[in-house]
Structure formats: structure tokens, C-alpha cells
Nanobody, 127 residues
């Protein structure tokens, strides 16, 4: 399984970025997906997660109303649209995937429950 993230970069506060994460080697439509971030000197935290169907999502409180997670199962891609970016959003962003072996189609917040991780992309927001 491979996850290839892209779309990071340097942006001014108030700006926008769109991260993409393309999966290969997996039946994408069966996977729950998430975006995480890790700032320098801090632990990795969940940013957003989306269920298999794409109709249930979770956001960290710090990004609610500014970030949007979505998926395109036909393209094996999960997106993170980031608007109104703040300097505190500066971090290394990573996508991850998990297989839920249940009929319950829900998002996943806990990093430990994810099975595979992408290589990530750096987002830097200047003030």
C-alpha cells in the first residue's frame, strides 16, 4: 500500500491550500481515511477523518469551519481543503488509511487505529 501526498507549501496567513493524497495497492472505497499533522516539537494529532462512504466526517476543533476533508473513490484520492490558514497550522501533514472490518461505516480519530501512512507534505503559514 502506498499513499502519496502533495499540495503543501508556503502560504500567507489567511490563504488557502489543497492537499491531495493518492492511494495505490488498496481497495480505496473500503478504507477509512484521515489527515494528521505534526508541528515541530509537538505530537502528531488528528486533523480530519472521513468514512468509507464519504458521508461522515470528523474535524479537530482547531480546524472546524476552515478545513474540509473529502474523497473521490473513482480517483483513489482524499483531499484536505484548507482555508483561512493561520501560522499555528504550520506542520507536516500526513494522510493515513485504515480498514474497518465491521459493517459500521464511521471515521477514525485515533492514530493507533490506522494501518498505513503516507510520506506527508509540509505546510508553512507565514504571518
Amino acid at each position: 500500500v502506498q499513499l502519496q501526498a502533495s499540495g503543501g507549501g508556503l502560504v500567507q496567513a489567511g490563504g488557502s491550500l489543497r492537499l491531495s493524497c493518492v492511494a495505490s495497492g488498496v481497495t480505496f472505497a473500503r478504507e477509512t481515511l484521515g489527515w494528521f499533522r505534526q508541528a515541530t516539537g509537538k505530537e502528531r494529532i488528528i486533523v480530519a477523518s472521513i468514512n468509507r462512504s464519504g458521508n461522515s466526517v470528523y474535524y479537530a476543533d482547531s480546524v472546524k469551519g476552515r478545513f474540509t476533508i473529502s474523497r473521490d473513490n473513482a480517483k483513489n484520492t482524499v483531499y484536505l481543503e484548507m482555508n483561512s490558514l493561520k501560522p499555528e497550522d504550520t506542520a507536516f501533514y500526513t494522510c493515513a488509511g485504515a480498514r474497518l472490518y465491521t459493517n459500521t461505516d464511521t471515521y477514525i480519530k485515533e492514530p493507533i487505529r490506522y494501518d498505513y501512512w503516507g510520506q506527508g507534505t509540509q505546510v508553512t503559514v507565514s504571518s
